[in-house]
């Protein structure tokens, strides 16, 4: 594949502060094309996507489309740092748009310091997931919340405590803890994640894609058993196989659980939905054909009988060792980490799956230069259609902002 590069022109937005409200006005400036082609070959002509279809989901389904969509997990202002400095003597557009998005967020954390506070208040997640759609303009607006949101309404009392992370009051452990875990109700337990999402929809109005997202049954049963987060899972992995029933009860609870709140989220405005099961992985082979995999395609299963064009994202860090098993899902992207090679996932998941990813987050702190070929290898990798570029996971804490923009300038650029 070789890339050709042009100039042309893209608008951004600044931004103006008022009272009430916040007012944007749209600026040009030239940007750097980048047409990719096999070598030998001449770039073919693209049908832009309409903006009645979020190019996201044409990606997803395999259609023709120019370059592929691109958004960040974590893309949220929770990675930016108070009182940062630029080094650049002079203030350019784009670091006016950074230095907003800082104090929008960081303002917001110092009225609201509490995650579970910003992230249960409708105004506060729609403000968040909102900021980096405005500065960046990413084809996915993923709602600000957390895999754990539902506990709550599954009667399992917990908080997330600044610098320590989730922490669940009473961790379950017996048969008996998990008869007390409740059928989770969407609609009653977390009626401002869909009325969120309902905003969202009608905010970005299809020039991007709504992604909600939910915990995977094994994640979250990993996170209430430990306790909180863990370095070895003995506890989890204790009751697996010590008394497999009972964990085998409780990933059933959260799985019926999880494919009604992916339903939820469907009918409140998501166009597509990703599922973390990020502690699968440890998992082996065998276990996770036990304790993750037949949950995870129960939940899959039971979306698309109701919603069954609705794109389905598999997300599970450090999955190397489980490729092949993560299509047997049914899902229909299977979200990529840093540490398999781009085009290797591609070979081993096969033809019929979309790919995520899967640049890892900590190129970001490398120079623009190096972000940027980073960027051209892994959609050169992915090939043509059918890859929603991303990081390998979630954007690091105290990563340069300018970066992230630099990013993100690169990779709409970017033409097949």
């Known amino acids: 594949m070789s890339c050709v ?3 042309s022109s893209f608008s951004f937005s600044t931004v103006r502060n008022t009272p009430k409200t916040n007012s944007f006005y749209s600026t040009s400036r030239s940007k750097l094309k ?9 770039a073919a002509e693209t049908k832009s996507v309409s903006a009645a279809e979020p190019l996201l989901l044409a990606a997803v389904r395999g259609e023709n489309v120019e ?41 917001i954390c110092q009225k609201y310091p509490s995650f579970r506070e910003r992230s249960e208040n409708v105004d506060l997640v729609v403000e968040i997931s909102l900021q980096p759609w405005k500065v960046f303009k990413p084809d996915g607006v993923i709602l600000f919340s957390d895999i754990l949101t539902p506990l709550s309404g599954m009667n ?5 405590v600044k610098g320590k992370g989730p922490l669940i ?9 998990v008869d007390e875990v409740r059928e989770f109700v ?12 309902t905003i969202l929809r009608k905010e970005v109005n299809n020039e991007a894609a709504v992604l909600g997202f939910v915990g995977a049954p094994f994640t979250l049963a990993s996170y209430v058993v430990e306790g909180g987060s863990s370095k070895h899972f003995s506890k989890i992995k204790k009751l697996a196989f010590s008394q497999p029933k009972v964990l085998h009860a409780l990933l059933q609870k959260f799985t019926d659980s999880m494919a009604k709140y992916i339903q939820y989220q469907a009918d409140s405005g998501a166009q597509a939905v990703q599922i973390f099961d990020s502690w699968a992985t440890e998992l082996s082979p065998v276990d996770f054909e036990e304790f993750s995999l037949p949950y995870l395609k ?11 064009d609705l794109p389905l994202i598999l997300y599970a860090s450090g999955s190397g060792g489980l490729l092949e098993r993560l299509p047997l899902t049914g899902v229909d992207v299977v979200s990529l980490d840093w540490t398999v090679d781009m085009a290797e996932g591609r070979r081993r998941l096969g033809p019929n799956v979309a790919v995520q990813g899967n640049v890892d987050p900590g190129v970001l702190f490398g120079s623009k230069e190096f972000i940027t070929s980073r960027i051209h290898d892994t959609v050169k990798k992915a090939g043509k259609g059918k890859h929603i570029l991303n990081l ?3 954007i690091v804490v105290g990563t340069p902002e300018e970066n992230v923009a630099h990013f993100f300038e690169v990779a709409q650029a970017i033409r097949y």
Not at 34 to 42: D, P, R
């Open 5 to 7: 590069y042009s100039s």
């Open 34 to 42: 980048i047409n990719c082609t096999a070598l030998g070959e001449t």
């Open 67 to 107: 370059r592929p969509p691109v958004w960040l997990m974590r893309q949220a202002g929770r990675y930016m740092k108070a009182g940062e400095k630029w080094s650049n003597s002079s203030f350019s557009i784009s670091n006016y748009f950074l230095l907003y998005l800082l104090h929008s967020y960081q303002n």
């Open 156 to 160: 399992i009392p917990f908080d997330i």
């Open 169 to 177: 009051f009473n961790p379950v452990k017996e048969a008996a803890d």
């Open 186 to 197: 969407p609609e009653e337990s977390v009626p401002y994640v869909g009325e969120a999402l």
């Open 298 to 308: 129960q939940i899959v299963d039971s979306v698309k009988k109701t919603h069954p």
């Open 392 to 394: 390998g996971h979630g």
